[in-house]
Antibody, heavy 122, light 112 residues
């Protein structure tokens, strides 16, 4: 069974940093691209960042480019999101999502975690 | 960026009736080299993460009931629920994965 478990969320002051983690199991993690998607309270879905299977291709939403860094450790079956210079508008539930294609670009997201809540407030 | 616009924003349908949700992209998401539309549909129930229903615009994800279907090509797409069940109450999102940044529609809230 595919499982994605996010952690690392919490309350943080504006301008500070936070690192999210996603622990994956139930599939060959190193074969798939992975993504972070966020959802502000009561709002819709926003893709944040994606990384391909070997970290050779990475993308970011314009809203986080230059502040957030996605990375992965295939040996640890883990995905990360380093979030710096956090702003109030970054407050959201952050989901880790698995891409559905094996080692061939990016596509739709076939499994999602339950999310970890990040609140940016003074 | 490719802008995804769904209509309507909310929809109320009687049990057993058909529900139709539309999604329009600001540019084509049809990749000519493989003739695939890079468009997916997701269902999100309250307090839950999104669930993939449809990919490549019209392929049903494994385990998804066959009352859900997707159609369309290029810039105009439709999600149809042929006979609405109580458990289908949710917010539905379309998403393009043709080009980053990947973008979602604003969501359509489906009620009984």
């Amino acid at each position: 069974e595919v499982q994605l478990v996010e952690s690392g969320g919490g309350l943080v002051q504006p301008g500070r940093s936070l690192r999210l983690s996603c622990a994956a199991s139930g599939f060959t993690f190193g074969d798939y691209a992975m993504h972070w998607v966020r959802q502000a309270p009561g709002k819709g879905l926003e893709w944040v960042s994606g990384i391909n299977w070997n970290s050779g291709s990475i993308g970011y939403a314009d809203s986080v480019k230059g502040r957030f860094t996605i990375s992965r450790d295939n040996a640890k079956n883990s995905l990360y999101l380093q979030m710096n210079s956090l702003r109030a508008e970054d407050t959201a539930l952050y989901y880790c999502a698995k891409d559905s294609l094996t080692r061939s670009g990016w596509s739709d997201f076939d499994y999602w975690g339950q999310g970890t809540l990040v609140t940016v407030s003074s | 960026d490719i802008v995804m616009t769904q209509s309507p924003d909310s929809l109320a349908v009687s049990l057993g009736e058909r529900a139709t949700i539309n999604c329009k992209s600001s540019q084509s998401v049809l990749y000519s080299s493989n003739n695939k539309n890079y468009l997916g549909w997701y269902q999100q129930k309250p307090g839950q993460p999104p669930k993939l229903l449809i990919f490549w615009a019209s392929t049903r994800q494994s385990g998804v009931p066959d009352r859900f279907s997707g159609s369309g090509s290029g810039t105009d797409f439709t999600l149809t629920i042929s006979s609405l069940q109580a458990e289908d109450v949710a917010v539905y999102y379309c998403q393009q994965y043709y080009r980053t940044p990947y973008t979602f529609g604003q969501g359509t809230k489906l009620e009984i």
